[in-house]
C-alpha cells in the first residue's frame, strides 16, 4: 500500500505539471511543450538569453497571459478537492462538498454587491475580497446557529448551511433584478471563469491553499477518529467540537478564498474525493494530498477544454456541472440502493 501510494502521488504531481505545460501552449496561438518549457525555465531562473529565437510574443502570451489562469485553475481545483475531503468526513456525510455550508451562496452574494455598485473599477481584487467576506459572514452564522451548548453536529450544520443559503440566493435574485443591464456581469461570475486572472489571484489562491492544508494534515488523524461518531472519538479522548469546528473553518476559508477568485464552480469536491477514495482508501492524511493533484488536474482539464478546445468560451463551471451532476445522481441511487439512504 505504502508502494502504490508513492507511485500514485508522483503519478499525479507529473500529471499535474504536464498538465500545466501543455495547457500553456494550447489556444489561438499554439507553442510547442519544448518552448513553453524554455520560456518557464528562463523566466523562473532568471536566464533571458534561453529566450533566443523564439517570437517575442511567445514569452508573453505563455507567461504573463495564460500561465496565471492556469495556475489558478489547478489551485482553485486543488482547493476545493481539499476542502471536500474535510466536509465528507467532518459532515460524516459522503454527498456533502465544500458548498453545503452555504459558503459558496455567501461568496455569490458579496461578488453580486461588489458588481452591482460597480466596485471592480476601484480595485483589481474589489470583487475577490467581498466574496470572501460574504463567504466567511454566511460561515460565522452557520456555526453561531448550528452551535448547541457549544457543540456541533453533523446534521445542525447541513441544516443551518441549506437555510443561511437559501436566503441569500433569495438575496441574489434581488440584486440580479436591481441589476438592470448589469445582470449579465453578475450571472456570469456565478457561472465561474478564470479569465483575466493574474499572478496576484494565484498568490491569494496558493497562500490559502497551503495555510489551510496544513491545517488540515495536522488534524488529518483526528479526522479518521471522527468518522467513528462522537462518542467513540470522545472515549478516545479528542474533543470532538472542538476539532470539527476547527476543521470546518480551515476547509470553509479554503473554498471561501478560492470561490473569490473563481466563481461558482461545483462537483469538484463532490467527485475527486470520491474518485481518490478508490484509489488510496480513507485514510484521510492520504486522501488530502492525492485530492490535492486530482482537483488540480480536474479542473486544469475542464478550464483548458473551455479556453482552447471548445469554438467558444463557455464557463467552466458549466463544464463541471454537466461533468458533476450525472456522477451525483449515479452515486446517490449507489447509495441508496446498498447503503439505505
Same mark, same amino acid.
Given at each position: 500500500m505504502?508502494?502504490?501510494?508513492?507511485f500514485v $502521488?508522483?503519478?499525479?504531481?507529473?500529471?499535474?505539471l504536464?498538465?500545466?505545460?501543455v495547457?500553456?501552449?494550447m489556444g489561438?496561438?499554439?507553442v510547442?511543450p519544448?518552448?513553453?518549457?524554455?520560456?518557464?525555465?528562463?523566466?523562473?531562473?532568471?536566464?533571458?538569453?534561453?529566450?533566443? !529565437?523564439?517570437?517575442?510574443?511567445?514569452?508573453?502570451? =505563455?507567461f504573463?497571459?495564460?500561465?496565471?489562469?492556469?495556475?489558478c485553475?489547478?489551485? $482553485?481545483?486543488?482547493?476545493?478537492?481539499?476542502? !471536500?475531503v474535510v466536509?465528507?468526513?467532518?459532515?460524516r456525510?459522503?454527498?456533502a462538498?465544500p458548498?453545503?455550508l452555504?459558503?459558496?451562496t455567501?461568496a455569490?452574494?458579496?461578488a453580486?454587491?461588489?458588481l452591482?455598485?460597480n466596485?471592480?473599477?476601484?480595485?483589481?481584487?474589489?470583487?475577490?475580497?467581498?466574496a470572501?467576506a460574504?463567504?466567511?459572514?454566511?460561515l460565522?452564522v452557520?456555526l453561531?446557529l448550528?452551535s448547541v451548548?457549544?457543540?456541533?453536529?453533523a446534521?445542525t450544520?447541513?441544516?443551518a448551511?441549506?437555510?443561511v443559503?437559501a436566503?441569500?440566493a433569495? !438575496?441574489?435574485?434581488?440584486?440580479?433584478y436591481?441589476?438592470d443591464e448589469?445582470?449579465s =456581469?453578475?450571472?456570469?461570475?456565478?457561472m465561474?471563469?478564470f479569465?483575466?486572472?493574474?499572478?496576484i489571484?494565484?498568490?491569494v489562491?496558493l497562500a490559502a491553499v497551503l495555510?489551510g492544508?496544513a491545517?488540515?494534515?495536522?488534524?488529518?488523524r483526528d479526522l479518521?477518529?471522527?468518522?467513528?461518531g462522537?462518542?467513540?472519538?470522545?472515549?478516545l479522548g479528542?474533543d470532538a467540537?472542538?476539532?470539527?469546528?476547527r476543521?470546518? =473553518?480551515?476547509?470553509?476559508?479554503?473554498?471561501a478564498?478560492?470561490?473569490s477568485v473563481?466563481?461558482?464552480?461545483g462537483f469538484?469536491?463532490?467527485? =475527486?474525493?470520491?474518485?481518490?477514495r478508490?484509489?488510496v482508501g480513507?485514510?484521510?492524511?492520504?486522501?488530502a494530498?492525492v485530492?490535492?493533484?486530482g482537483?488540480g488536474?480536474l479542473?486544469?482539464?475542464?478550464?483548458?477544454?473551455?479556453?482552447?478546445?471548445?469554438?467558444?468560451?463557455v464557463p $467552466?463551471g458549466?463544464?463541471?456541472?454537466?461533468l458533476g451532476?450525472?456522477?451525483?445522481?449515479?452515486?446517490f441511487?449507489?447509495?441508496r440502493?446498498?447503503?439505505g439512504?
Amino acid at each position: 500500500m505504502n508502494r502504490r501510494f508513492v507511485f500514485v $502521488v508522483f503519478a499525479l504531481a507529473a500529471a499535474w505539471l504536464a498538465g500545466v505545460v501543455v495547457a500553456s501552449g494550447m489556444g489561438y496561438i499554439q507553442v510547442a511543450p519544448a518552448e513553453v518549457a524554455r520560456v518557464l525555465a528562463a523566466r523562473l531562473l532568471g536566464r533571458p538569453e534561453w529566450l533566443a !529565437g523564439l517570437d517575442r510574443v511567445v514569452p508573453l502570451v =505563455v507567461f504573463d497571459v495564460r500561465l496565471p489562469r492556469i495556475l489558478c485553475a489547478a489551485l $482553485v481545483g486543488s482547493g476545493l478537492a481539499l476542502a !471536500g475531503v474535510v466536509y465528507q468526513g467532518v459532515l460524516r456525510n459522503p454527498l456533502a462538498d465544500p458548498y453545503t455550508l452555504g459558503v459558496s451562496t455567501g461568496a455569490a452574494f458579496g461578488a453580486a454587491v461588489a458588481l452591482l455598485g460597480n466596485i471592480d473599477a476601484v480595485a483589481v481584487l474589489s470583487v475577490p475580497l467581498f466574496a470572501f467576506a460574504g463567504a466567511v459572514g454566511v460561515l460565522a452564522v452557520v456555526l453561531w446557529l448550528a452551535s448547541v451548548d457549544g457543540r456541533l453536529h453533523a446534521n445542525t450544520l447541513i441544516l443551518a448551511g441549506i437555510v443561511v443559503g437559501a436566503i441569500l440566493a433569495a !438575496g441574489i435574485s434581488f440584486l440580479k433584478y436591481l441589476a438592470d443591464e448589469q445582470v449579465s =456581469v453578475i450571472i456570469f461570475w456565478l457561472m465561474g471563469s478564470f479569465a483575466s486572472r493574474s499572478w496576484i489571484h494565484v498568490g491569494v489562491v496558493l497562500a490559502a491553499v497551503l495555510a489551510g492544508g496544513a491545517v488540515i494534515f495536522a488534524y488529518g488523524r483526528d479526522l479518521d477518529i471522527l468518522a467513528l461518531g462522537d462518542r467513540s472519538a470522545e472515549s478516545l479522548g479528542l474533543d470532538a467540537a472542538k476539532v470539527r469546528r476547527r476543521l470546518l =473553518v480551515a476547509a470553509s476559508l479554503v473554498a471561501a478564498v478560492c470561490v473569490s477568485v473563481s466563481g461558482i464552480i461545483g462537483f469538484v469536491g463532490l467527485i =475527486v474525493p470520491h474518485l481518490m477514495r478508490f484509489v488510496v482508501g480513507p485514510d484521510s492524511r492520504r486522501l488530502a494530498l492525492v485530492c490535492l493533484g486530482g482537483g488540480g488536474i480536474l479542473l486544469l482539464a475542464a478550464d483548458t477544454v473551455s479556453r482552447a478546445v471548445l469554438p467558444r468560451e463557455v464557463p $467552466v463551471g458549466v463544464l463541471t456541472a454537466l461533468l458533476g451532476g450525472p456522477f451525483f445522481c449515479y452515486l446517490f441511487r449507489r447509495r441508496r440502493g446498498f447503503r439505505g439512504l
